[in-house]
């Protein structure tokens, strides 16, 4: 897992292509403006746009992905996002359509980052988490871009 300020990206330089166009994509003046849903941007590049409030912790189950990273950038507002290392094929018998699988527990001890505006946090697959968990100091409607990025 990565965590930084988009305003740091250039550190990531080292990165394959996919994920430069996905930073790329994030430093662009209207992400505020964007409508939710899907936009597409490269090749096993795209983005998920979304408006939510954010919820407690047990209401939401890990997901792991297999095909896809996570770059899961904040817009507005702010929200914890749990990660915690797993073995991807412990849950791939649990995946749903797409590259998902969600599950109650992970199997191992879980780490609790903190998303704030203007800030991402690269999830690999191997990395279970639970994204969009109230951080109990933001109340509102948090706007925020997944962008998907095939490795």
């Known amino acids: ?13 080292g990165l394959p292509e996919g994920f430069q166009q996905a ?12 409508e ?13 746009i979304a408006s939510y409030e954010p919820v407690p912790q047990d209401r939401k189950q890990y997901e792991q992905h297999f095909e896809y990273a996570d770059v899961q ?20 018998d649990q995946a749903l359509e797409g590259d998902c699988a969600l599950c109650d527990d992970p199997g191992s001890v879980p780490s609790i980052v ?8 690269i ?15 933001f109340s509102g409607t948090v ?4 962008v998907k990025v095939r490795v």
């Open 36 to 48: 939710c849903g899907r936009v597409d941007i490269a090749e096993g590049v795209f983005a998920n």
């Open 123 to 137: 999830v690999w697959p191997g990395e279970a988490h639970k994204p969009g968990l109230s951080d109990g100091l």
């Open 73 to 92: 950038f904040v817009v507005e507002g702010s929200e914890f996002l749990i990660e915690a290392p797993c073995n991807p094929d412990d849950h791939r």
């Open 114 to 121: 903190h998303l704030q505006e203007g800030t991402f946090v």
């Open 23 to 34: 930073l790329s994509f994030l430093q662009r003046d209207d992400l505020g403006s964007l």
């Open 1 to 13: 897992m990565i965590k930084d300020h988009i305003s740091n990206a250039a550190r990531y330089a």
């Open 143 to 146: 706007k925020k871009v997944v």
